[in-house]
């Protein structure tokens, strides 16, 4: 069974700092990598979706790195808010979707 | 462009009982996965379809637990009899096919067993 890991579980940080979540996996031939966002009581909302082709993914300020050969993603980000405050959530593709367990991100006014 | 829909957000039921979750998924999406979410953890897959075929429902416990997908389009999940520990978020999701496209989920069915 693939596993996919969160590091931190959580984390807290002042309005304005820079972040970076990261996802790790235990197989190199990923599909593809996807960040999702879960805001509480709600469904996953899709943020970033990185191809197992592709190095990186940005939307916004949001930046999304993928290094399959040391089974790593990282979420990168910019400027963060208020808004921000939400779990985030990555999910590997091998022959199916393996969701990590999350990082509560906490951005504090 | 409508998202997942699903029915209903909450339900309540005592043990040893029916329940049914109802999905709605994205307009032209052939994919579509039933996950279970329990608090603090990320989703896991418990069936994905393929149109009208479950080509992955090997976490389904199928001794309680049944799904369906006529016609391709909508899909129900059913639970016959619930159990206490079934009491999770079940999350539908779909996407345009299942060759690791983007997947849309929609906002869950929060479940509780009594």
């Known amino acids: 069974k693939q596993e996919v890991t969160q590091i931190p579980a959580a984390l807290s940080v002042p309005e304005g700092e820079n972040l970076v979540l990261n996802c790790s996996f235990t197989?190199?031939?990923?599909?593809?990598l996807q960040w999702f966002r879960q805001d509480p009581g709600k469904g996953l909302t899709s943020l970033l979706l990185i191809q197992s082709s592709q190095r990186e993914q940005t939307s916004g300020r949001l930046n999304a790195s993928l290094d399959k050969s040391s089974g790593r993603s990282t979420l990168y980000i910019a400027a963060s808010q208020p808004g921000d405050s939400a779990t985030y959530l990555c999910a590997a593709s091998f022959n199916k979707f393996y969701f990590g367990s999350g990082t509560k991100l906490n951005v504090k006014p | 462009e409508a998202g997942v829909v699903q029915s209903p957000r909450y339900k309540i039921i005592e043990k040893k009982q029916p329940v049914a979750f109802w999905c709605n998924p994205i307009s032209g999406h052939n994919t579509l996965y039933w996950y279970l979410q329990n608090l603090g953890q990320g989703p896991e897959l418990l069936i994905r379809y393929e149109n009208e075929e479950a080509v992955d429902d090997s976490q389904l416990p199928k001794d309680r637990f049944s799904a369906e997908r006529l016609k391709g389009v909508d899909s129900t999940l059913k639970i016959q009899p619930a159990e206490l520990g079934d009491s999770a978020v079940y999350l539908c999701?779909?996407?345009?096919?299942?060759?690791?496209?983007?997947?849309?989920f929609g906002p869950g069915t929060r479940l509780t067993v009594l």
């Open positions: 197989d190199s031939a990923i599909y593809n």
């Open positions: 999701a779909s996407s345009l096919d299942g060759n690791g496209n983007e997947q849309f």
